[in-house]
Every structure is written in C-alpha cells, then in structure tokens.
C-alpha cells in the first residue's frame, strides 16, 4: 500500500511552475530518511529525478527540485514543458514497515 | 552504459511459480544492492525486494514475504526473483532496480531501472 500521499493530478500552462506534495509521517519522512523523487514517462520506466531530498543526478534540468520539511516533501518543477508530462512519484523507507515506499503518484498534465 | 535486462516474465496459474531474472552490465555489479519493484496495471509503484550488495540480507514487503526469495550470482552480474504460491494482486511489470549506493544497508532509493517484464496471474 502506499504510504506517502502525493494530489492524483496537477497542471499547468507551458513555463509555468507546478509544485507536487508528499505527505508522509514520523517512521518515514519525519524520521530523516531520504527522499527520493521519480518521473515515469508513459509506457516507460521510472527515472530518478531527484536524490537525497534535494539533489539532482546528472542530466536533470534545474527545472525539477526538491525540498522536506518535517514529515513533507515536494516536487517544484518551473518552466514546464510539454515533455515534462508523465507521472512523479516520491519514496523513502519507512522503519515501523522495514521497507520503502513509494507516494500515490501524481499525474502532471501540461495545458 | 549502465543496463538492466529483465527476464522470465510469463503467465502462470494462481499457485504457481516463476522465476524473474535480471541482467547487469555497465557498472561494478558487487558493489551494490538491487530491487525488485512492481507495478500492477495502472497502479503505482510497490516494493517488493532488496538484496546487499554480498547477497548476504534480504528484505521483503509485507505482502510477498515467505512466497518470494530474492537471490544474486555477483560472478554472473546477475539478480533472480523466485515467486511462489502466486496470486491475481501479484500481476504486475516487474522491475529490478540498482541502489543508489555502493555498499548500502536499506534506506535509501533506486538509481537505474531495467525496462521490466511482465506477470500475469491467471487461471
């Protein structure tokens, strides 16, 4: 089950900027683990967008980051694009579940 | 460049078994952790498995532990997932994932994902 809570949908129009939550709790987000954020691209893998809370591996735009705050984290991504519609999901571990979890995805249209 | 081949995907009764592999090529395979994650037909994302870089833990989500075993040969660069007793919710793309650090323990995320293979569970 997914423990993260991400909105099902957010939009916007090109060069815009959407920012995406994820609602976690005191065993995952609250507890200091990372944060990790994903872009799935239809009928494509996940793609890791951005690390440690914050960080962007090499190749990502400067468009996409990240924060936390407390038990929440969010996806900013500015100038949005037509080819930055795909889902996003975030994950971290969670230790009352000894496992890692994954949000309920976010669905990123672009008008 | 870093690449994961999965393997083994197929259609299976509810109560049989399967056998998923995963290729690495394009990175110091030993040196990390890799995942299993699926992902049922327009859902999200689930966990399912972790292994140590040495094979020596595993780790499983609650709804696979005691069905699934996930195993490594580091001398053939390779990763298994061993399903039994499966399921209708099992059906899903199956996606082996590479840590995002060398030598982890849980806790941290999913660097490089292979393109996934199918399993559908059904009579």
């Known amino acids: 089950q997914s423990v993260l809570t991400q909105p099902p949908s957010v939009s916007g129009a090109p060069g815009q900027r959407v920012t995406i939550s994820c609602t976690g709790t005191?065993?995952?987000?609250?507890?200091?683990?990372?944060v990790y954020w994903y872009q799935q691209l239809p009928r494509t893998a996940p793609k890791l967008l951005i690390y440690d809370h914050s960080n962007r591996p090499s190749g990502v735009p400067d468009r996409f980051s990240g924060s936390r705050s407390g038990t929440s984290a969010s996806l900013a991504i500015t100038g949005l694009q037509s080819e930055d519609e795909a889902d996003y999901y975030c994950?971290?571990?969670?230790?009352?579940?000894?496992?890692?979890?994954f949000g309920t995805g976010t669905t990123v249209t672009v008008l | 460049q870093v690449q994961l081949v999965e393997s083994g995907g197929g259609v299976v009764q509810p109560g049989g078994s399967l056998t998923l592999s995963c290729a690495a090529s394009?990175?110091?395979?030993?040196?990390?952790?890799m995942h299993w994650v699926r992902q049922a037909p327009g859902k999200g994302l689930e966990w399912v498995a972790f292994?140590?870089?040495?094979?020596?833990?595993?780790y499983y989500a609650h709804s696979v532990k005691g069905r699934f075993s996930v195993s490594r040969d580091n001398s053939k660069n390779t990763l298994w997932l061993h399903m039994t007793s499966l399921r209708a919710e099992d059906t899903a793309l199956y996606y082996c994932?590479?840590?995002?650090?060398?030598?982890?323990?849980?806790?941290?995320?999913?660097?490089?994902w292979g393109q996934g293979t199918m399993v559908t569970v059904s009579s």
């Open positions: 005191s065993s995952n987000i609250g507890a200091n683990y990372d």
């Open positions: 292994i140590r870089y040495d094979g020596i833990n595993d």
């Open positions: 394009g990175f110091m395979f030993i040196t990390y952790g």
């Open positions: 994932a590479k840590d995002f650090r060398e030598y982890s323990y849980p806790g941290g995320g999913f660097h490089i």
């Open positions: 994950q971290s571990y969670d230790s009352s579940l000894s496992g890692y979890v």
